[in-house]
């Protein structure tokens, strides 16, 4: 079983920057893709960004592109999100997700891809 903690959400004024961190434990971290949700009341959980195993190829949310960048460190097992110039459309509730299964494709954008999800995190970003 994957246990994933995400931790570093709160309150920020516009402008502003955070950075989220999730620690995972309970399996070989390097084996899987990571990436970060969202999801506000009412809303559909939201892609924002992934990345891949490896740490070679990240994926990101329109939105957020030149604003977001996630990084890991296989060796602390931790994926993080560091956010910039922050939106008050950016506040929500933000997940940490792990993908462990392999395929011949995948769509790091759709929350099928993903085995085990954090408890999340709240950002909050007022004008």
């Known amino acids: 079983q994957v246990q994933l903690v995400e931790s570093g959400g709160g309150l920020v004024q516009a402008g502003g920057s955070l950075r989220l961190s999730c620690a995972a434990s309970g399996r070989t971290f390097s084996g899987a893709a990571m990436g970060w949700f969202r999801q506000v009341p009412g809303k559909e959980r939201e892609f924002v960004a992934a990345?891949?195993?490896?740490?070679?190829?990240?994926y990101y949310l329109n939105s957020v592109k030149g604003r977001f960048t996630i990084s890991r460190d296989n060796a602390k097992n931790t994926v993080s999100l560091q956010m910039k110039s922050l939106k008050p459309e950016d506040t929500a509730v933000y997940y940490c997700?792990?993908?462990?299964?392999?395929?011949?494709?995948?769509?790091?954008?759709?929350?099928?891809?993903?085995?085990?999800w954090g408890q999340g995190t709240q950002v909050t970003v007022s004008s």
């Open positions: 990345i891949s195993r490896s740490g070679t190829s990240t």
């Open positions: 997700a792990a993908r462990y299964r392999t395929s011949y494709s995948v769509n790091y954008a759709s929350v099928q891809e993903y085995d085990y």
